[in-house]
C-alpha cells in the first residue's frame, strides 16, 4: 500500500518558509544536494530539472500534494505545473479554478482523498507543503523526512501550523554533513504517544 510522505525543508526551530512563503535562506550548495538529487529526483520542480539536465525516473513519489501557498511561490514566477513528472494535486478553500490542466484543484475532503489514493497503485505520496495542510493531514501521514538546515529562523511557516495530538516518532535513517545539514527520516507511530 503507498504511504504518505512529508517531505520538507525546515529550519532548527522547524520553519519551512518565512511568513511570505520564501525561503532563500535554505543551503543551495553543499554535498548534501547530490545525495537529494539521487534520492529525490522527483522533487525538483520541473523549471531546475531543466536547466540542472536532471531526467532520472520517479524513485519514491508519482503522486504531490500541495496546499495553495506552497503551489503560489511558483505561480507567482509563471510556473503552473511544477511536477509534470507527477500526478499533482492542489487544496486550496478559496480557488475555484486550477491554474493549470495538469494540477487537479482537490475536491474532495484531504483526507478522503489520500485515503483514497493510498488504495491505488503506484508509488508513495509526496506532501510537498505547507503547514496548514500536513496538519490537516497528519493523521494520514505515514513518514517525515526532515531536511534541517543549520539555521534559525525566529519566526515563520511552522513545520506543523496547528495542534496534533502527541505521537511517538521512530528515528529510522540520518545523516549529518559537514555543513551541518542533517536529513532525518522518522516513521509516525500514530496511537502510541511513548
Request: net charge negative; with cysteine.
Amino acid at each position: 500500500m503507498r504511504e504518505l510522505k512529508y517531505y520538507i525543508a525546515c529550519t532548527i526551530d522547524q520553519f519551512i518558509a518565512r511568513e511570505d512563503g520564501s525561503f532563500d535562506f535554505f543551503l543551495t550548495e553543499g554535498e548534501q544536494i547530490a545525495d537529494l538529487l539521487e534520492s529525490f529526483p522527483e522533487t525538483i520542480p520541473a523549471h531546475f530539472r531543466d536547466t540542472l539536465g536532471i531526467s532520472a525516473d520517479n524513485k519514491c513519489f508519482d503522486v504531490v500534494l500541495m496546499g495553495r501557498r506552497t503551489y503560489e511561490v511558483g505561480l507567482k514566477e509563471g510556473f503552473t505545473n511544477p511536477y509534470p513528472q507527477m500526478k499533482q494535486y492542489l487544496f486550496s478553500r478559496t480557488l475555484k479554478k486550477s491554474p493549470d490542466q495538469n494540477v487537479e484543484l482537490a475536491s474532495k475532503e484531504a483526507v478522503a482523498l489520500v485515503q483514497e489514493l493510498k488504495q491505488q497503485p503506484g508509488k508513495d505520496i509526496w506532501l510537498c507543503g505547507g503547514g496548514d495542510l500536513a496538519t490537516t493531514l497528519f493523521s494520514e501521514i505515514d513518514e517525515m523526512i526532515l531536511k534541517i538546515h543549520p539555521i534559525l529562523l525566529g519566526s515563520g511557516i511552522p513545520l506543523l501550523s496547528g495542534i496534533v495530538k502527541q505521537t511517538s516518532l521512530e528515528l529510522t535513517s540520518s545523516k549529518i554533513y559537514n555543513n551541518g545539514f542533517m536529513l532525518l527520516h522518522y516513521l509516525v507511530k500514530h496511537g502510541k504517544s511513548n
